[in-house]
């Protein structure tokens, strides 16, 4: 297939080309021309497509009143946004990916169902993603400890009244999965779902709801088998000070010693982490993912990106479920890190072609998806079409059009989305499934499925009010 271009950005260098006809076949770019007559109608610029390296694939958090808190009462409080159809809640998410231009996308699957067994489950969001084409990791995001602080939770239990008590202990304490059974699972998922579009990853959910067992279980099947590993780390200020308190030698000096660390490993978030602990992390080849509106929406800090890049560490974007407007607009998320991150004055941390080549490239190698991003012959065919008229719009003088979608570029400018080479979505429509029907029934579900919590939205108030002081004691004492 032949898509004529005006413009080109291959994501291998800094330069764009004008005027190129790129052909695919099978999957895979055949070859780039630069043979094409100018434009005489509408204006295009082809370029790699984006990439996702952190999310959930859960429903929008703030309609079910998780708003304007930390992650420790957010993640809660979101326990009424639980998924009522596995199916429908990943293609909701899947598909909003694919129309903002996503060839990939990280699965760390934080909260299941509970209406079918965990493999059934990987296996309805195995089908989703395969119904709207796009390339997905995917991670059991387990833990075996502090299920609602890190740490004891009796101080906290013990204030609720007897009913608000039963209510939170029914909802998050449960016998934990064994590091056995997780591995064991997490084989069976493979198996099931595994295969050249979906990458199984293993999911620690992070170092303070993981026991040593879970994570030295973790990293030994990673280096066992190649299997990739996708985990939290240490996100909020409460995290940092509970690692400090249970590895006084260092966290992250705990996670290289146990062979944890490696080209193997993703890491969201490490706002908290210290410069030591980056290069740690760097020389390890490990990534970090940030997370720029999220980690806004809860409060938690700005991540040392630009020292993390400056070091040689590998850096990517994710939405986290929780974009500046959570529409999971990606595009937008990169803008966000490049203008927070990019430099200070006159002191450039990267261009905005470079920032672009290597999130991309980055997101990739955390979600497994083949090959670096770059649009070149024997690469796949993922690629995203801008509208340039728009993207340009004044056309005045020439402009570099990488300069300028990272100046006023938005999901609403993608013309079309090819995975794979396949046409996933098209201005602004996911192909695969109806989003339209697909969210109208969600959010009946959801709404039936919100009475169900009732208990549980009158106990908040004092639970919120108790997790607050539990967490900022932690600060203060020694």
Same mark, same amino acid.
């Given at each position: 297939?032949?898509?004529?271009?005006?413009?080109?950005?291959?994501?291998?260098?800094?330069?764009?080309?004008?005027?190129?006809?790129?052909?695919?076949?099978?999957?895979?770019?055949?070859?780039?021309?630069?043979?094409?007559?100018?434009?005489?109608?509408?204006?295009?610029?082809?370029?790699? @497509?984006?990439?996702?390296? +952190?999310?959930?694939?859960?429903?929008?958090? *703030?309609?079910?009143?998780?708003?304007?808190?930390?992650?420790?009462?957010?993640?809660l409080r979101?326990?009424?946004?639980?998924?009522?159809?596995p199916?429908?809640?990943?293609?909701?998410?899947?598909?909003?990916?694919?129309?903002?231009?996503?060839?990939?996308?990280?699965v760390?699957?934080?909260?299941?169902?509970?209406?079918?067994?965990?493999?059934?489950?990987?296996?309805?969001?195995?089908?989703?993603?395969?119904?709207?084409?796009?390339?997905?990791?995917?991670?059991?995001?387990?833990?075996?400890?502090?299920?609602?602080?890190?740490?004891?939770?009796?101080?906290?239990?013990?204030?609720?009244?007897?009913?608000?008590?039963?209510?939170?202990?029914?909802?998050?304490?449960?016998?934990?999965?064994?590091?056995?059974?997780?591995?064991?699972?997490?084989?069976?998922?493979?198996?099931?779902?595994?295969?050249?579009?979906?990458?199984?990853?293993?999911?620690?959910?992070? !170092?303070?709801?993981?026991?040593?067992?879970?994570?030295?279980? !973790?990293?030994?099947? *990673?280096?066992q088998?190649?299997?990739?590993?996708?985990?939290?780390?240490l996100?909020?200020?409460?995290?940092? @000070?509970?690692?400090?308190?249970?590895?006084?030698?260092?966290?992250?000096?705990?996670?290289?010693?146990?062979?944890?660390? =490696?080209?193997?490993?993703?890491?969201?978030?490490?706002? +908290?982490a210290?410069?030591?602990?980056?290069?740690?992390?760097?020389? =390890?080849? @490990?990534?970090? !993912?940030?997370?720029?509106?999220?980690?806004?929406?809860?409060?938690?800090?700005?991540a040392?990106?630009?020292?993390a890049?400056?070091?040689?560490?590998?850096?990517? !974007?994710?939405?986290?479920?929780?974009?500046?407007?959570?529409?999971?607009?990606?595009?937008?998320?990169?803008?966000?890190?490049?203008?927070?991150?990019?430099?200070?004055g006159?002191?450039?941390?990267?261009?905005?072609?470079?920032?672009?080549?290597?999130?991309i490239?980055?997101?990739?190698?955390?979600?497994?998806?083949?090959?670096?991003?770059?649009?070149?012959?024997?690469?796949?065919?993922?690629f995203? *079409?801008?509208?340039?008229?728009?993207?340009?719009?004044?056309?005045?003088?020439?402009v570099?059009?990488?300069?300028?979608?990272?100046?006023?570029?938005? @999901? *609403?400018?993608?013309?079309?989305?090819?995975?794979?080479g +396949?046409?996933?979505?098209?201005?602004?429509?996911?192909?695969?499934?109806?989003? =339209?029907?697909?969210?109208?029934?969600?959010?009946?579900?959801?709404?039936?499925?919100a009475?169900?919590?009732?208990?549980?939205?009158?106990?908040?108030?004092?639970?919120s009010? =108790?997790?607050?002081?539990?967490?900022?004691?932690?600060?203060?004492?020694?």
């Amino acid at each position: 297939m032949d898509v004529a271009a005006t413009c080109l950005f291959s994501g291998s260098d800094r330069s764009s080309r004008d005027n190129v006809v790129l052909r695919h076949d099978g999957g895979v770019i055949t070859g780039i021309s630069d043979d094409a007559a100018p434009a005489s109608g509408p204006r295009s610029l082809i370029i790699p @497509a984006f990439v996702n390296a +952190h999310d959930h694939a859960r429903p929008r958090a *703030s309609s079910f009143g998780a708003l304007g808190m930390p992650l420790e009462s957010w993640i809660l409080r979101t326990a009424v946004g639980t998924p009522v159809d596995p199916y429908l809640t990943a293609a909701s998410a899947f598909a909003r990916a694919a129309q903002a231009g996503c060839a990939a996308m990280m699965v760390h699957y934080t909260r299941p169902s509970g209406t079918m067994p965990l493999l059934d489950e990987a296996k309805a969001i195995g089908r989703a993603a395969a119904d709207v084409g796009l390339r997905i990791a995917f991670a059991i995001a387990v833990r075996d400890q502090n299920p609602i602080v890190y740490g004891d939770a009796e101080p906290v239990l013990s204030t609720l009244s007897r009913e608000d008590r039963e209510t939170i202990e029914e909802l998050f304490v449960r016998a934990p999965m064994s590091p056995k059974a997780y591995i064991e699972l997490t084989d069976a998922i493979a198996a099931a779902i595994a295969g050249p579009k979906i990458d199984v990853q293993l999911g620690p959910a992070g !170092v303070q709801w993981c026991s040593k067992p879970l994570l030295e279980a !973790v990293a030994e099947n *990673s280096a066992q088998t190649g299997r990739r590993i996708h985990m939290h780390l240490l996100e909020t200020i409460y995290q940092r @000070a509970w690692a400090d308190r249970h590895f006084p030698d260092g966290i992250v000096r705990y996670l290289r010693d146990i062979g944890f660390l =490696s080209e193997r490993l993703t890491l969201a978030h490490c706002i +908290h982490a210290r410069p030591d602990e980056i290069d740690m992390i760097a020389a =390890s080849g @490990a990534r970090i !993912v940030t997370n720029f509106s999220s980690n806004m929406h809860l409060r938690s800090g700005l991540a040392p990106i630009a020292a993390a890049h400056a070091c040689g560490c590998a850096i990517a !974007v994710g939405v986290d479920g929780l974009a500046l407007d959570e529409d999971d607009d990606v595009l937008r998320e990169m803008r966000l890190v490049q203008m927070m991150h990019g430099g200070l004055g006159f002191k450039r941390s990267w261009t905005p072609q470079e920032f672009f080549a290597l999130a991309i490239r980055n997101g990739r190698r955390a979600t497994g998806a083949p090959g670096t991003g770059e649009l070149a012959p024997g690469a796949p065919a993922d690629f995203v *079409s801008i509208d340039l008229d728009r993207l340009d719009r004044d056309q005045i003088m020439p402009v570099d059009p990488i300069d300028l979608l990272f100046a006023r570029g938005n @999901a *609403s400018l993608i013309q079309e989305v090819v995975v794979d080479g +396949h046409t996933i979505a098209s201005q602004g429509q996911c192909r695969g499934v109806d989003v =339209s029907a697909i969210e109208q029934e969600l959010r009946g579900q959801f709404r039936a499925s919100a009475g169900k919590y009732g208990h549980f939205l009158r106990a908040w108030p004092p639970v919120s009010a =108790s997790l607050q002081g539990w967490f900022e004691t932690q600060l203060t004492c020694g």
